[in-house]
């Protein structure tokens, strides 16, 4: 018996290695990467942190920002991996491996820690599971990926699922992968329905400069109603904050909380058109609270403001003008309504500041309140209005001959706007009051072109995106962002490439605010393999 | 009488007929008789030096004008997709964004990953449609063809000569011409055998830019499959997401 059963044992065992063997030897293996070096000179910024005694550099460190420094001085190792089974069945991975390349030792304990003295940081770009034709035309992708929807070219405002990097203006308009599950519908041809649920939301990634907006005491309040900016300037000159730590409320991981989209496209009469809505939120936060605390401590709060967002886009090319590609891209957002609170704590209570409608406009237009301190039952000033608004793209595309190409847009709505009415910079840095107020949702005229020579081997590149004013902006100023790049393919899969991204404008315009960052020059190398 | 002067005309036109389109439609036929085709290539972009870059990359086809090309090296194509549902709809497929994109049909214009290649002629699977053809030349083993654009066709190179292998009938040699007769490049096909299906295939193209100075490209053919069945939805924007 015991022979019996050690016979079965051993056939059992030889049943599985041989089922093992059968398997693993099924197994498509794919591997791949890039190893890659940046780094980068800052020109003419703002120091990030602010030069004062209590402003520390944040841990992990990337090292404070001068106003003329190395900026970045990064290497990277990527790796993707890419496992197949039959055609049904793919896991894909997709590590980034990044070392700062600036030491954190605020002590000499720190310096005998090697994670201190060389800091690193680990990001997850895809790690995914697809499950083709799970029922017929049905395939179902579950895991940390990035969905990406829309026809312009990096602006896409029907694109939101994927909250935005924006740490980085060179990897201009790349998404940040979450963990989701996607469904993919193709009943025929290439109509294709897609549904998306993102059960966690995962914000932006804000770039050094961003807490500028926030932290630095001569920030105009960001509230839609004149009247109440200013008279929180005037709350502001009158107890001048020492420093403003900002706070954030991350949403509950609750069902309440988690996005959904669906796209449906395809094409018709030789246009590539697709519908899609989203429910979720806007992945840069807003202020919303602000407490004012004894000895000019002010604590703010910031909070992502949900959204429902009816989207449409087509693209084509049109034969008669030698096949001049084009695309229109628009999305209504329906934006949750965020108001500002404003508490006065200094003298040991915790007393709201209100407004109350006067129902009389001002010259300008502009409704007036009357302010209440002690009575929370007035109004407090708007932020985000639920007012509905529009972005929008359009472009063209054309590749003049073997070695240029050039691609022009026309963008409503930058990346980064969110909200209808205005929003304001300071127009000092001393004066409280005394601000500039554009359009929240701006023009942009986006040029861009390629000019590749010897055997595609050395690539001229230009970009440039130029603010356009509009009715109703203040003293409207020049504002844009140029980059110019030459990039040399010195053989298989090894690139060089050098060149500068430059902030123009004003520090009260959309690119010259310090908070967008500082123009920089890089130096890059990489291999990919 | 009048049926017999149409009679007339009808015999006359088929006697003046140049043979020339019937090779080409022969032609035609040779180069795309199969349903559907794998071929796995490699492209060498011959440097002036003698150095050659190197790209490997894959084409799906279903005759007559879908096609599908998934590059696999050097890295940083990997992954790559370009796919062609017919003359005037083409998507690229950019891993790094996980983007789609159409792209406007103005990109035949450019050259296939830097080489002597362009989109247009990747996508040229037949020449009748596009080409007056009129015999120049015939011996034995071959013909000699000169191609005219046909009126209202738009393309690169209004001229074409053309010599053709009588065993294979498929082309050997292809001078492109501007409209004034010039050799603005050369295609050399060479090694055909019966690779699959008893079709003839080439396993080498050689083009010949002479606008740059002579300079090379050319793709190697290491595996043809062909007649797999391949059906319309493989072709589509879904098989350039996920890969294959």
């Known amino acids: 018996m015991a022979t019996k059963r050690g016979g079965l044992v051993v056939v059992a065992v030889a049943g599985l290695v041989g089922w093992a063997g059968v398997a693993r030897a099924d197994v498509d293996i794919k591997f791949g990467g890039q190893i890659s070096s940046d780094m980068r000179f800052r020109l003419a910024g703002e120091e990030v942190p602010p030069a004062s005694p209590t402003a520390t550099v944040p841990y992990p460190s990337q090292q404070r920002l001068l106003p003329y420094g190395f900026s970045r001085n990064e290497n990277l190792i990527k790796a993707q991996l890419t496992l197949s089974i039959s055609d049904r069945v793919k896991a894909v991975g997709d590590v980034d491996f990044y070392w700062y390349g600036y030491s954190d030792i605020n002590d000499i304990d720190s310096e005998t820690l090697h994670e201190r003295v060389d800091p690193y940081r680990l990001e997850a770009n895809a790690a995914y599971v697809d499950i083709y034709k799970i029922l017929p035309h049905l395939d179902l992708r579950i895991g940390r990926q990035v969905v990406v929807w829309g026809t312009g070219d990096k602006f896409n405002p029907t694109n939101n699922v994927n909250t935005l990097d924006l740490s980085d203006p060179l990897l201009f308009g790349k998404a940040i992968a979450n963990n989701m599950i996607r469904a993919d519908w193709n009943p025929i041809g290439d109509l294709i329905v897609t549904a998306v649920w993102v059960p966690i939301f995962r914000p932006a990634q804000l770039p050094r400069t961003a807490p500028l907006a926030v932290t630095t005491p001569n920030t105009p309040a960001p509230v839609q109603e004149a009247f109440i900016r200013n008279q929180l300037g005037a709350f502001a000159t009158a107890m001048p904050p020492s420093q403003i730590n900002v706070y954030t409320m991350q949403p509950d991981p609750s069902i309440q909380n988690s996005q959904v989209g669906v796209r449906v496209a395809g094409r018709f009469a030789g246009l590539d058109m697709s519908a899609s809505y989203y429910h979720g939120r806007w992945g840069i936060p807003t202020p919303a609270w602000a407490v004012e605390e004894p000895n000019g401590l002010v604590n703010a709060i910031v909070m992502w403001p949900r959204m429902d967002v009816v989207g449409a886009d087509l693209a084509g090319s049109i034969e008669k003008l030698k096949g001049l590609g084009y695309w229109v891209e628009a999305a209504v957002t329906f934006p949750q309504k965020i108001t500002y609170g404003v508490y006065n704590d200094a003298f040991g209570g915790h007393d709201p500041i209100t407004f109350e409608p006067t129902g009389m406009k001002d010259a300008n237009g502009n409704p007036t309140f009357i302010t209440h301190i002690f009575a929370p039952e007035y109004q407090r000033g708007t932020v985000i209005p639920d007012t509905p608004f529009l972005k929008l793209t359009a472009g063209i595309d054309y590749t003049w001959n073997k070695y240029l190409y050039s691609n022009f847009q026309y963008v409503y709505g930058f990346i980064d706007e969110f909200g209808a009415g205005q929003q304001c910079y300071a127009r000092d840095k001393i004066t409280f009051n005394d601000y500039r107020c554009e359009a929240r949702i701006g023009h942009y005229l986006v040029l861009g072109s390629d000019l590749k020579l010897f055997s595609d081997q050395l690539l001229l590149r230009f970009f440039g995106a130029f603010k356009v004013p509009q009715v109703g902006d203040q003293d409207p100023k020049f504002t844009a962002v140029l980059f110019p790049q030459i990039a040399w393919a010195v053989w298989d899969a090894t690139e060089l490439s050098l060149g500068a991204f430059l902030f123009l404008g004003d520090h009260d315009t959309k690119f010259g605010d310090p908070a967008a960052g500082a123009s920089e020059i890089f130096l890059k190398a990489r291999f990919t393999y | ?244």
């Open chain 2, 1 to 244: 009488m009048k049926i017999a002067f149409g009679l007339l005309l009808l015999v006359a036109g088929t006697a003046w007929a140049d043979p020339g389109a019937d090779v080409l439609s022969k032609v035609d036929n040779a180069m795309n008789n199969f349903t559907d085709g794998e071929f796995e290539s490699k492209l060498f972009i011959r440097e002036p030096g003698g150095a050659a870059r190197e790209i490997d990359f894959t084409t799906f086809q279903k005759v007559p004008d879908k096609r599908l090309v998934r590059f696999s090296a050097p890295g940083d194509l990997k992954g790559m997709g370009v796919l062609v549902e017919n003359k005037d709809v083409m998507y690229v497929f950019l891993p790094g964004f996980q983007k789609v994109r159409r792209v406007g049909t103005h990109v035949k214009a450019q050259t296939f990953m830097g080489s002597d290649f362009s989109y247009e002629d990747m996508s040229l699977s037949r020449y009748s449609p596009t080409y007056d053809a009129k015999l120049v030349k015939e011996d034995p083993s071959s013909w000699e063809l000169a191609l005219t654009v046909k009126a209202g066709q738009e393309i690169e190179y209004p001229k074409v000569h053309m010599w053709v292998d009588k065993k294979s009938n498929q082309p050997t040699k292809i001078d492109f011409e501007d409209a004034g007769g010039k050799v603005l490049k050369t295609s050399e096909y060479e090694g055909y055998h019966i690779d699959d299906a008893n079709h003839y295939g080439p396993t080498k193209v050689v083009v010949t830019d002479h606008r740059r100075n002579d300079h090379k490209s050319e793709i190697v053919f290491t595996h043809v499959k062909l007649n797999q069945g391949l059906k319309d939805d493989f072709f589509t924007q879904r098989t350039l997401i996920r890969g294959h």
